[in-house]
């Protein structure tokens, strides 16, 4: 399974574009990218996946880069309420990492 | 309505006593998966289900008995509790086919178990 590093933690300020990185340099053909956040007491929470592509859906954006060891997972407007850890999974591995702690500051 | 659900919310109990751990999911998904989060906030996999079925089993001790009495439900059972299992569980669901591979998953809200 291909490990992923993302750094502790980033700071936002409310309503700017938060930009998340993840590194995933041993990704194979295959294995699709998938990010979470867990907002603090709760489950986590599925945000969106891809593969080779660039996707969007209501909540993010996910650039993988060509080569597809990085990705980068962009909340366009971030609001106080997007404060959470963020997850970004290899698909396959089934442990989570400690994540990024994003912190939206006002 | 609740996707995925849990009971009981909190958990405390003394060591060596038994405790189950119920899960639900309404959203007619065919896995379902339990996971185990400790202190430091590592969230690990332990149990995988498809239609009843057991498919992934990581390295848990074996006091620990998952249960899937039907494909919506799948309950944890914990045997001579212990003061390292406390943490917080969550159950989970997706619809995927029993290679047990990722696709989107459903979290429930967490069971926090505190043993002393």
């Known amino acids: 399974d291909a490990k992923t590093t993302q750094p502790p933690s980033m700071d936002c300020a409310e309503g700017r574009a938060a930009n998340l990185p993840c590194n995933h340099s041993t990704i194979s053909g295959n294995e699709y990218v998938y990010w979470y956040r867990q907002i603090h007491s709760q489950g986590p929470q599925y945000i969106i996946h891809?593969?080779?592509n660039n996707e969007t859906n209501e909540m993010a954006s996910l650039i993988i880069t060509e080569d597809r060891k990085s990705s980068t997972l962009i909340l366009p407007h971030a609001t106080l309420r997007d404060t959470a850890v963020y997850y970004c999974?290899?698909?396959?591995?089934?442990?989570f990492g400690q994540g990024t702690i994003l912190t939206v500051h006002p | 309505d609740t996707a995925v659900s849990q009971t009981p919310k909190y958990l405390v109990t003394q060591m060596g006593n038994d405790k189950s751990i119920k899960c639900e999911q309404n959203l007619g998904h065919d896995t379902m998966y339990w996971y185990k989060q400790d202190s430091k906030k590592f969230l690990k996999i332990m149990f995988s289900y498809n239609n009843k079925e057991l498919i992934i089993n990581e390295t848990v001790p074996n006091r620990f008995s998952p249960k899937s009495p039907d494909k919506a439900h799948l309950n944890l059972h914990i045997n001579s509790l212990e003061l390292g299992d406390s943490a917080v569980y969550f159950c989970?669901?997706?619809?995927?086919?029993?290679?047990?591979?990722?696709?989107?998953?459903?979290f429930g809200p967490g069971t926090r178990l505190l043993v002393l």
């Open positions: 989970a669901s997706s619809q995927n086919p029993r290679t047990g591979g990722w696709e989107t998953q459903y």
């Open positions: 891809g593969l080779k």
């Open positions: 999974i290899v698909r396959g591995k089934l442990t």
